[in-house]
């Protein structure tokens, strides 16, 4: 057992912190120190730049357009690229439908959807959701139905994250309804350009737009954009769900966060003194430093394959829960650091146009915006009651 | 000892939810946030009519004699409905400084026009370097002839855009966390040399960073004695907490209902979410959370006159702490078993949720409260 | 609404409070202020003192040897008795089987028991719980069968809390099992004496012998010992089990050992200066009283007819659950004064009999005692799952 | 980078697994806390033959080279059975004080016979008024001559009453809670002037109060240099601190396993109550402490030899806050969920419940060491 790194991952350390500290362009790394929303047009950037180096996907097989590396290569990889503060890429084409059609899509998919996945071309988003079915995604309404070589598709999905700016979706919809839930599901690419898709907005607490809800009137969707066998897309939608946790607890991130938390505690007064100094803050930022560390280590374990002693499968259901709470109780520190300056509404600080600098101290920016949109974090992606659930599944039946 | 609600009291919970429920509400929010003073002012009239502007005020002063319990009633319901209209800042804030800081001649000029509804205040107590110490003013009143300039500015003042009157605290003498040395000023909204940048607030309400470049006032415009602003100031700040824990307390029970009857009528996995027992018990917790915060509102709100002022201190930072916690708790997991639909802007619960962890922000957080409390004990 | 006591309150406060500090003995409150357990023969001596007094049942009608007291009054008195470092008297007999002899017993049932439990002489325990029935209690198989004038009663009692100690117990038991659970029991008095039964010491946690198994083995109960009707004594447990759960915020006890706790702290030394000066400590004191304060309005709100605006009923369990939390809380305090010295097992402080002074500092006496005696709050008389349970289902099928 | 198990780990588990199994749990322990020390010299002497007590120390110091992961696995196994035997204070805590402070002649002449079995140590390094303050000592030792005097009084002395050779923290200049100026000897649990108070702890383990009178060691009884015993008290604290955290992961499993197992088999309202969901959920939140500790316990042995003093500081200090919060909510919850049969001292649940809340106050509690990890952050 051995925590320190190789040699060849120590220069393979140097090398990738070396060229993000180059390449992240300058004006996207101080929206991210500011807590700005980080745009479209911006991310493309940054993914293009990622992709012209090579590294756009380094959980991808190699032969897909991924890099080759080994975990703890892929691990000092997201670590050095939070801690740098490059903004996170969309999971929708590079974390979810990207490895779904390298699994089980026909060779004409890879090479038609693969490309643009990689290059950044095309944006995609994630049709899971619907009205009805929140946590009981299975029981999904959004009807496919097969005429000659289409499906007719009618239904609505819901919380659609970024349906406003995605070229494609990946949906899941139902071919069949005679069988159990689970059953009759299939895994249907639409391009978002299709006549009878209308996306309208949801607002969300923070005042923000990020999701949608997308109906469905009658869009006819080409048979080939079908992935793998019909009625089976469940199977699917579990690999994909089970990759989405797997990256849910962006370590690097946190640590990231943490550092700005630690740094603007240190600079903000109370009562006279620092508020880094201040007993009680200071006694809840250990524990939420504790508890990062423990979800670091864990999640170390986990990728080292040395399982969990009680319940093997349960460590992506674990790492959600703990990782949701700990991002609340980070944005509950950072909230504090603002003190009054959280009540006015800030909204992600978005200055263009404006002549005014922001209300809020640069410190404080974004921080009771992400407050609010991190209440979702124990709610999407299946909530943390149903993670509970799942693992004293496990637990119980062992 | 006795705590039940008197007749009138009753009397008064009664129009007021009646008032909340026809007028106020999300909806209602969500149409007044876009409108440029983010409230009411023909609600204003209406509240003015009712008599509630006048609540706090002795008889004499041309108002009811309301007690603090009047008040916390009122509150409640305010809190139940979203109110944006500024009772907060005018009535509780600017009446508990007109009647613990004026003059006679103030008061007689003053509360009638404010009870009447013509005139709005609100009270200028935060700087930007101050975090929640009222006694921290780095802004000063110098003396000029027989009046004074004022030079400084002021954080996050509540209805600062609309106010009229603005009650300004400002140091006359000693270093800028001295707690003696703090004088009062009521500053015309108009005065030269006062500037507002107004700005929407979480919640849906408003507040204003107010800059003042040598105003000027008359030797009238001080509240209360000079240097001795401080007792003034903590007693807004007291009457003003009380008046949110009411308010928070009603905002409490709007989320517990509404999340008791979105379970019930919510299915997942074939039945109402409201069978699962996790849920049930967080709604058994969520509901214990509001009766603690119900109790320790009351507990200010009867304690606000104690003589002792240990007990006084006690009960009001001891009921600010409760709240806060049972806000965000209530608050939260209203949201939390709301799913997605608790995340929407169109839903009442995120309003409702927002207000609660604003409330535990002004006049001093939890663990400022903790600190206020254990100082006191 | 007023907080204030009248004149008469006043005066009979000032009254109470000075009897009580003339009247219990100074061995018994010394006894109580070292943390220590009292002993059965002290107990008896103290209820003896009230009972000549007139004061051992304040909450029974006056006709049976209560007080008239009215609602204020008796919580003045409940207030003072603790503050004044007095010891709570058993239940059993002046809380739980009085209220139901006097309200559901017979003319000569009265006549029988109730003189012995307001004198004192006679020391009742109660045959609730059984092995296979914990919070169901329901569930009960003790079986009492009918034999001319006497039931045979066979089965086992667990948890019995001074039976080892007791002259009667209190007992359910089931008279028919033919239809639901709840029917079928019935609420009999058993002399501990009668043959057949045994009563076997269940050593706790924290070393103490304070609960029993009773066995019952073909034991002779005449069937003058049966209250109100046969198969109905479901009635009158619930009826006892409120009364038992009116009584669980014990709010004087608890600003007593709060005061306890403050003083102890006051003079304890952490890192060169006081315990109660430390900022973490002095945060989660704060947070109790906080908290005590709330649960003492709470029940004044309750008390004074206020009822919950939710859930008519569940004003006991919502006592029971916080107040149970609460003494946990005041517990996890109360150790921390003793630091190291919560290691020694300590026992109630028992220095009879020996030459040396306990190691365990007078401060800290009996600290983890009763911090692990406390662990069995949230259990007994329905855990608070179960409380929660209760305050759900009233509260949702409103 | 490799977290997995060397097959020499795996094995030394495995066998320190069976060796629990077959001999210690709660029924050995309600049977050796009536004996006169508590453990049994049987179980020491095998071992010693199985070679744990020579784990930590060098193979020049006639030992295995055995790193702090290895010492994990061992005390992670003697947690899964409650192991009453003085492990942690000789081999840990008095190899640490050893290898950090002896001399070549001092490890010569002592470590065979403790690898033997045939020494028994303990550090007497607690006082009645120091708190966790490892620095805070009142005791002193005075030169007479080419030896000392030893005057004072030691706290909660581990196993105190059966080591036969104890550690002791005497002060031999400065003042009472100054860093510098304590210096350490190897005394002899007989030296005239000794005086112990035996007496059971709460988990059923044996500690003495130690009174020194007068005592006095030789020059060659000074451990390590003088005036500077502390950085070898602070060695001597890490490293138990890092066994204590594997031992209450141990015992966390045990309370873990034990709690599904009962409530798979317990029946209330006609059903398992392993099918109540709030019990599901209580349990799932244990297994997520129990891994979130066993992740931190992990963290503490990997770092507890890094270079770098903060790195090292917050892993230990880290993990010990860590397995305090996992241990007391496994622990209560464990209770909690075997209802009444929990509070027996019959059953196992209570046992280590017992050893939990001890682990936690034992070298600091939860705010001794968040406030350890804040001063080196």
């Known amino acids: 057992m051995d925590l320190s790194f190789s040699p060849e991952e120590t220069a393979f350390r140097d090398e990738v912190r070396a060229w993000v500290a180059d390449a992240l362009p300058a004006d996207i790394k101080a929206a991210m120190e500011r807590g700005e929303k980080v745009k479209k047009d911006d991310l493309r950037r940054w993914h293009k730049i990622l992709h012209e180096k090579g590294w756009i996907a380094p959980a991808w097989p190699k032969e897909y357009g991924g890099t080759g590396w080994t975990a703890t290569q892929r691990y000092i990889f997201a670590n050095e690229m939070a801690l740098a503060g490059a903004p996170d890429l969309p999971a929708f084409g590079l974390k979810m439908v990207g490895p779904v059609i390298y699994t089980y899509g026909s060779e004409e998919q890879k090479r038609e959807y693969l490309p643009g996945i990689l290059n950044g071309d095309v944006w995609w988003c994630q049709g899971y959701s619907e009205p009805g079915s929140g946590s009981d995604l299975a029981s999904l309404k959004t009807k496919a139905v097969s005429d000659g070589d289409e499906y007719v598709v009618n239904g609505s999905k819901i919380w659609t994250t970024g349906a406003h700016e995605a070229d494609w979706i990946f949906c899941l919809v139902r071919t069949d ?89 240190a600079s903000t007064q109370l009562n006279g003194h620092r508020l880094a100094d201040d007993p009680g803050y200071q006694r809840r930022l250990a524990e939420t430093e504790v508890a990062l560390m423990a979800l670091e280590y864990s999640e170390l374990r986990f990728l080292s394959g040395q399982k969990t002693d009680h319940a093997p499968g349960t460590e992506a259901n674990m790492m959600k829960v703990a990782a949701t709470q700990l991002q609340q109780s980070m944005s509950e520190l950072f909230i504090e650091i603002a003190g009054y300056y959280s009540y006015p509404f800030d909204g992600f600080r978005d200055t263009e146009g404006s002549n005014e600098p922001p209300v809020v101290p640069e410190d404080a920016g974004g921080a009771m915006h992400q407050f609010l949109y991190g209440r979702a974090s124990t709610i999407y992606g299946g909530s943390n009651e149903i993670q509970r659930d799942v693992i004293a599944k496990v637990l119980l039946s062992l | 000892m006795d705590l039940s609600y008197s007749d009138e009291q009753t009397m008064l919970r009664d129009s007021a939810e009646r008032f909340v429920e026809a007028n106020c509400g999300a ?168 500037e507002r940048r107004p700005y929407p607030t979480v919640d849906g309400s408003r507040a204003a960073e107010i800059m003042l470049g040598s105003v000027r006032v008359d030797a009238d415009a001080l509240l209360g004695r000079e240097g001795e602003g401080l007792p003034v100031l903590e007693r807004v700040a007291d009457e003003a907490i009380t008046a949110l824990c009411a308010e928070a307390v009603g905002a409490m029970k709007v989320l517990l209902d509404t999340t008791v009857e979105y379970t019930k009528t919510r299915e997942q996995f074939g039945q109402p979410i409201a069978k699962f027992q996790v849920l049930r018990h967080r709604m058994a917790d969520m509901m214990m959370e509001y009766e603690q915060a119900k109790s320790m509102a009351l507990v200010a709100a009867l304690k606000l006159d104690s003589e002792d002022p240990v007990e006084r201190r006690k009960a009001v930072s001891g009921a600010k702490v409760q709240i806060g916690k049972s806000g965000r708790f209530v608050g939260q997991q209203a949201v939390q078993l709301h799913g997605g639909m608790g995340m929407t802007d169109e839903l009442s619960v995120g309003h409702y949720f927002k207000r609660l962890t604003m409330i535990d922000i002004l006049f001093g957080n939890v663990d400022h409260h903790l600190k206020q409390f254990s100082a006191a004990a």
Not at chain 2, 109 to 120: F, K, S, T
Request: glycine content about 12%; aromatic content about 8%.
């Open chain 1, 177 to 265: 309804d005679t069988g159990k839930k689970q059953e009759g599901i299939s895994f249907l690419l639409i391009d978002m350009k299709t006549p009878g898709i209308e996306v309208s907005p949801i607002i969300i607490i923070n005042g923000d737009h990020t999701v949608n809800q997308v109906f469905f009137n009658d869009v006819r969707v080409p048979k080939r954009n079908l992935i793998g066998k019909e009625n089976e897309g469940w199977t699917y939608a579990k690999f994909l769900l089970v990759n989405e946790r797997n990256g849910i607890a962006q370590i690097g991130a946190k640590k990231h966060t943490m550092a700005r938390i630690r740094k603007l505690a």
């Open chain 2, 27 to 194: 909806e209602n929010l969500r149409k007044m946030r876009n409108t440029e003073e983010g409230f009411s002012r023909n609600y204003w009239k209406q509240m003015a009519e009712l008599g509630w502007l006048a609540l706090p005020f002795t008889e004499e002063q041309g108002g009811l004699g309301g007690t603090a319990v009047d008040t916390m009633v009122l509150m409640e319901a305010f809190g139940k409905g979203l109110v944006l209209e500024p009772y907060l800042t005018t009535v509780v804030m600017g009446g508990a400084a007109l009647r613990a800081g004026g003059s006679d001649a103030q008061i007689e000029e003053l509360v009638p026009a404010l009870v009447e509804g013509e005139l709005m205040f609100t009270v200028a107590y935060a700087e930007p370097q101050a975090r929640f110490d009222l006694f921290d003013v780095a802004t000063t009143a110098r003396r000029d002839g027989t009046g004074w300039v004022i030079d400084g500015s002021k954080a996050v003042v509540l209805h600062g855009d609309s106010a009229d009157k603005i009650i300004v605290s400002a140091r006359t003498s000693g270093d800028r966390r001295d707690a003696t040395g703090i004088s009062l000023f009521i500053v015309d909204a108009g005065a030269p040399g006062l």
